[in-house]
Structures are given as C-alpha cells and as structure tokens.
C-alpha cells in the first residue's frame, strides 16, 4: 500500500544534541512538507520541497534543517539550535499536477519528540 | 497572505446532535478549502476539500461542508454525531501561489457526550 512512513515515533533527546527525523513515501508525490503541532496552535511549516534538491524556509525554520536527495525521502533534523524542540512532527506529501495545488496532503503517523 | 481561523477550540454535543464546526478563511486568490481529523497520537486524514466546483462539498463519515465566499467561510457539519467523531479536527486552506503551501486553523477539539 502507498503511504508516507516516519520514524521513530517517539524519540527522547537529551539537551544539545542533534536528531534527525526520517520521513518516506512511495506515493510518487513530488512535493513533501515538514509540520511542527503544538497544543493549541495548530499545524506550523517547517519546511517544504516541490523537487529534489530544492526546498525552502516555511514559517518557523530557525533552529531545523533538511534535505531532499531522493523525491522519496525527505528527513527533518531538529539542531541544537532550536530552542524548544519538544513537539509532535508531521510530514507530509501532495501531488502537483499541471501546476494546481488543489492536491489534499498525505500525512505520516507522526513523530513526538521530547528533549529531557 | 493566507490564514484560517476555527472558532472555537473546543466544542461538545450530544451523540445524535447536529455537529457544527466552523471556519473562516482569508485569501488574495481563489481559495482551495479542506477539512482534516486526527485521532490522538495519529497523523491527519482527509475529510473533504473544496476546489471551485460545487460549494456544497460532501465528505467520509456523513460530513459535509458548504462554501460561502461572501462570507468566506467553509463551516463543516454532520446531522447527528457519533461517539467515534470524537477528534481534532482542522480547517486549511491552499492556493496555486507560494509554493503550494498549505495552511492550518488551529483546530478544534470534538467531544461527544452519550
């Protein structure tokens, strides 16, 4: 079954250290999308790609990083830099067909990350 | 620039009432609309979404949505709730601008009372 597989889902961090999130699809979907969910506030951009090799800042990038080597994968690294990192992470893929983006997401299970 | 906003963030009926959940959305271009549900710990699922054909947008599970642009809002409703329609649900809203992004409400939780 196609589908967008991210792991680990949970992940305990201790403070300092980088972690990477993985995020993978096999649904041929050319644009991925990275989503931080606080309580109370929603779904927030991270970071976005359209095609390999290209991505870009979404609303809260300061403290995350990517990359976007393969159009199936499209892993999160959560740095050091980011100050309160403890989170639900959701990514996510669309479709972009004849450049509309009527195309609904396809989101994974999610991964919590909790910095101790 | 796009946002959405969901009033309320919490709502509670009775199992069998009327659901209504609303949201009102601001966009310069012609909007695409949807709503998603996530269930606790889960990643979010397709409701429905509206995408210029009919403003009547019906949805899974008996939801159903209704586009107004004078009013600029796609409220989501059901006719009698379910015990299993308790979840978070999120209004978003898209474009053909900006790089396809989507955006999000901040939800809002439903609980049902039997």
């Known amino acids: 079954d196609g589908g967008i597989t991210q792991s680990p889902k949970y992940l305990f961090r201790k403070e300092g250290q980088n972690v990477t999130l993985s995020c993978e699809q096999n649904?041929?979907?050319?644009?991925m999308y990275w989503y931080r969910q606080d309580p109370g506030q929603g779904l927030r951009l991270i970071y976005y790609s359209q095609i390999v090799n290209d991505f870009q800042k979404g609303d809260i990038a300061e403290g995350y990083s990517v990359s976007r080597e393969k159009k199936e994968s499209f892993p999160l690294t959560v740095t050091s830099a980011q100050k309160n990192p403890t989170a639900f992470y959701l990514c996510?893929?669309?479709?972009?067909?004849?450049?509309?983006?009527?195309?609904?997401?396809?989101f994974g299970e999610g991964s919590r990350l909790t910095v101790l | 620039a796009q946002s959405v906003t969901q009033l309320g963030s919490h709502v509670s009926v009775s199992e069998g009432a009327l659901v209504l959940l609303r949201c009102n959305y601001s966009s310069s271009v012609p909007p695409y609309l949807f709503w998603y549900v996530q269930y606790p710990n889960q990643g979010l699922q397709l409701l429905l979404k509206?995408?210029?054909?009919?403003?009547l947008v019906k949805g899974i599970n008996g939801f159903e949505a209704e586009f107004k642009k004078s009013e600029t809002s796609f409220h989501l409703t059901k006719p009698s709730a379910h015990m299993s329609d308790a979840a978070e649900y999120f209004c978003?809203?898209?474009?053909?601008?900006?790089?396809?992004?989507?955006?999000f409400g901040a939800g809002t939780r439903l609980f049902v009372k039997a």
């Open positions: 509206y995408t210029s054909a009919a403003t």
């Open positions: 996510a893929s669309r479709a972009i067909a004849g450049g509309s983006g009527t195309g609904e997401l396809f």
């Open positions: 649904l041929n979907h050319d644009a």
């Open positions: 978003a809203v898209s474009d053909d601008t900006g790089g396809f992004k989507t955006i």
